[in-house]
């Protein structure tokens, strides 16, 4: 039971990435997901999440507008569409499922201890 990203890349300033995360031995179905991102020397952010099954969707300030998360049941995958990329962008990312329950059919949070799987993380660097 795993989450594996790939998608991680060297970008330039102004620059567009997509990064996937597929589940492997588990479904994605009616489970909330999430992109999170730490940079070093830094706290863990949550950068978008959708809920379980309302595909209700939050972003965090520093994204919104440039970063579009979304998911693909049928392929037990997600997606973090991300542009006008910045060197602040530069960081691990991680995506995170959670168990389903009643609350996170309707709900997904940007808050790390909602999650119960992770994926290993794939690094994005913004640089000329």
């Known amino acids: 039971v795993q989450l594996v990203e790939s998608g991680g890349d060297l970008v330039q300033p102004g620059g567009s990435l997509r990064l996937s995360c597929a589940a492997s031995?588990?479904?994605?179905?009616?489970?909330?997901i999430a992109w999170f991102r730490q940079a070093p020397g830094k706290e863990r952010e949550g950068l978008a999440c959708i809920s379980g099954s309302d595909y209700m969707t939050k972003y965090a300030d520093s994204v919104k507008g440039r970063f579009t998360i979304s998911r693909s049941d049928a392929k037990d995958s997600m997606y973090l569409a991300m542009n006008s990329l910045e060197s602040d962008d530069t960081a691990m990312y991680f995506c995170a499922a959670r168990s389903p329950s009643t609350y996170s059919q309707r709900h997904c949070s940007q808050d790390g201890d909602f999650y119960d799987f992770w994926g290993q993380g794939a690094q994005v660097t913004v640089s000329s």
């Open positions: 031995g588990f479904s994605l179905e009616g489970k909330a």
